[in-house]
């Protein structure tokens, strides 16, 4: 069961949003939420927390915006899917790069809604074709990081993983093509996070596209 939380001012589109994945019988609508002080305030009380959160850019009091580096320092583990009527180039990529693990226009047909939110829980991140423009727009500006050299920083077997990672493969999936153990795999990513200082599987599939270490065509 995937347990998600929704973060939007609008009532009547997150209730409406609710019943779309509630028909979703692996998907459990567990906090609601009007805006980012509230949706923080719910998280800290709550038994449990969700592992997919639908999160509103533009609300009152609290935006997405202004949340988001919070939920990422407290609650690192929910992953972020933006949702937002407008596509603003500069909110998306800052929340990105702060690991955001994709985005959802506000008229997106249902079945990408429960695709992106399934892959999201699945692979840690779903960047329509859309989406990988803007990032690869946004790459012919400067990279703050330093460089991975391949062949030095990172290994062979830590490239094929990283390859294989941004192809959007599940865990069970990379060590199928790699005969080796899933465990084997989730050494190899957390090699890769902190080598990259990258903050999740969404940050290092950006840091890895900037640095030119994979070739990844978009999906559609």
Do not use: W
């Not at 209730?15 to 019988?25: A, C």
């Not at 998306?92 to 994709?102: D, F, Q, Y």
């Not at 727009?137 to 391949?150: A, D, L, R």
């Not at 990379?174 to 990513?189: C, M, N, Q, W, Y």
């Amino acid at each position: 069961m995937i347990k998600i939380a929704l973060a939007d001012d609008e009532l009547l589109f997150r209730k409406g949003l609710r019943l779309i994945l509630e028909e979703n019988p692996d998907f459990e609508v567990i906090i609601e939420a009007g805006n980012g002080a509230e949706l923080m305030e719910r998280m800290r009380l709550s038994d449990q927390l969700p592992q997919v959160l639908l999160l509103d850019l533009q609300m009152p009091i609290r935006s997405g915006l202004e949340t988001a580096p919070d939920l990422q320092k407290e609650f690192p583990d929910t992953r972020i899917i933006i949702i937002s009527s407008h596509f603003h180039r500069s909110y998306i990529i800052h929340l990105i790069e702060l690991g955001a693990s994709a985005y959802l226009p506000k008229n997106a047909d249902p079945n990408l809604v429960a695709t992106t939110v399934r892959e999201v829980y699945d692979k840690g991140f779903h960047y329509s074709g859309d989406v990988l423009s803007l990032i690869r727009e946004h790459m012919q500006n400067p990279i703050k990081k330093k460089p991975v050299i391949p062949g030095r920083d990172l290994s062979t077997r830590e490239l094929e993983v990283l390859q294989l990672i941004c192809e959007q493969h599940t865990t069970a999936e990379i060590a199928e093509k790699l005969f080796i153990s899933p465990r084997t795999v989730d050494g190899h990513r957390n090699r890769l996070l902190e080598k990259t200082d990258s903050r999740n599987t969404a940050g290092l599939v950006i840091y890895a596209m900037h640095n030119e270490l994979v070739n990844l065509t978009p999906k559609l």
